[in-house]
Nanobody
């Protein structure tokens, strides 16, 4: 059983930035593709991004501004989600999840991720 722990959420003003972290036991993270997902109030859960074992990203939530960036440091056992120019509609719970494969699905597929963290709350408000 792989345990994932998210951190880095909080309250931020519109236009601000946050960096979320997803931690797993060091040197095990490299075996998994890791995705970030979010549950926004009033909407269905949606995929944000995924990184494969080689730190190559797949973005499910696409914005013209390229506001989200996913990266990983396998030696530290951590995957990051850098979120910039945050908007109130980004408010929600952000989850990371691990897939027992090196590869990210090309489209959002929640059932292809095997382990989920508890989530971290992000509030974007003035």
């Amino acid at each position: 059983q792989l345990q994932l722990v998210e951190s880095g959420g909080g309250l931020v003003q519109p236009g601000g930035s946050l960096r979320l972290s997803c931690a797993a036991p060091a040197f095990t993270l490299g075996l998994y593709a890791i995705g970030w997902f979010r549950q926004v109030p009033g909407k269905e859960r949606e995929g944000v991004a995924c990184t494969n074992d080689k730190n190559s990203p797949t973005y499910y939530l696409v914005s013209k501004e390229g506001r989200f960036n996913i990266s990983r440091d396998n030696a530290k056992g951590t995957v990051y989600l850098q979120m910039n120019t945050l908007k109130p509609e980004d408010t929600g719970i952000y989850y990371c999840a691990a897939r027992s494969s090196s590869f990210c699905p090309s489209t959002v597929s929640f059932d292809r991720f095997d382990y989920w963290g508890q989530g971290t709350q992000v509030n974007v408000s003035s």
